[in-house]
């Protein structure tokens, strides 16, 4: 295996990494919505890796990356529009206090 | 043998590695975004130093919006976005350090042991790659890229009927109308 694709692998593990720490760790509703936008961006490290380093023929690789990037711009959409929905009903988007459907 | 590709593939993903590290180590949310956007925009140089041009200069400009538009929304929403008071935002910390090391560490042993058979050691150059991209988007993946589009429109609409405050109907205005 080439030391290239062996790093750009090993990169995306790591965002992967520290974007589960924060997804999980943080109370902040846009915090960790940058959390996934980490675990996503260690997505399309290793997609384009492949797409270079074994597939470089093929622009279905590249079309991968677009995908991602738009489930990121959608999870932006979503998200802000229900951080706005939360902070005009509670005041605040901290998720220590949605329990609003705990059984 | 490490090459040039390689040390600028080494370096800026480190430092995106960093600056996705120091999103979580800062009490300031605009500090945060700012990071994120420095991690987003060194990516998108490796995927420069990797030859996807398209997607490299797509991810920068991309990001460059998205984390300014995250910025104003942190400032918007925190009662403290410069982190001056310091106030902790994290819960569960221990375990989801566990679970953020696990990951990283089953993502390398993926990496590292599994056999990805022969390696290329040219890509086709930055026009070829747009047309090949562009003939693939309005060819065979047309359908997902369709798609693609209606479901950020469909999200862009649901998102809009979300955050539209709610419409507060009179009662004595409509019973007044009713009236008359």
């Avoid at chain 1, 959390?35 to 384009?48: D, K, P, T």
Wanted: glycine share 8%; proline share 3%.
């Amino acid at each position: 295996m080439s030391i290239e694709l062996l790093l750009a692998l090993i990169t995306g593990a790591a965002l992967f990494g520290v974007g589960v720490y924060g997804a999980l760790s943080q109370t902040n509703l846009v915090m960790i919505m940058m959390g996934i936008e980490l675990i996503l961006a260690g997505a399309m490290v290793n997609l384009v890796a492949f797409w270079r380093y074994l597939h470089p023929d093929n622009p279905a690789g590249q079309m991968f990356v677009l995908i991602v990037m738009t489930v990121m711009a959608i999870e932006m959409t979503v998200g802000f529009g229900v951080a706005i929905a939360r902070f005009r009903a509670k005041g605040s988007v901290e998720m220590e206090e949605a329990t609003d459907l705990k059984g | 043998m490490i090459t040039a590709q390689a040390l600028y593939i080494g370096f800026f993903g480190l430092a995106s590695v960093w600056f996705g590290i120091v999103v979580f180590r800062t009490f300031s949310m605009v500090r945060s975004a700012l990071a994120l956007l420095f991690s987003q925009t060194a990516l998108g140089a490796m995927f420069l130093s990797m030859q996807a041009e398209f997607l490299g200069v797509l991810q920068i400009m991309m990001m460059a919006t998205e984390m300014s538009i995250m910025a104003i929304f942190m400032v918007m929403f925190m009662m403290d976005p410069g982190g001056l008071g310091k106030m902790d935002m994290t819960h569960q910390k221990r375990l989801s350090l566990v679970a953020g090391i696990v990951s990283f560490v089953a993502a390398v042993a993926v990496a590292v042991f599994v056999d990805w058979g022969p390696v290329a050691s040219v890509a086709p150059d930055a026009e070829q790659q747009v047309v090949d991209l562009g003939l693939e988007l309005l060819g065979r993946s047309m359908l997902i890229f369709e798609t693609a589009g209606i479901t950020i429109l469909t999200a862009m609409i649901a998102a809009t009927a979300v955050a539209i405050p709610p419409v507060k109907r009179n009662p004595l205005k409509g019973t007044a109308n009713h009236e008359h």
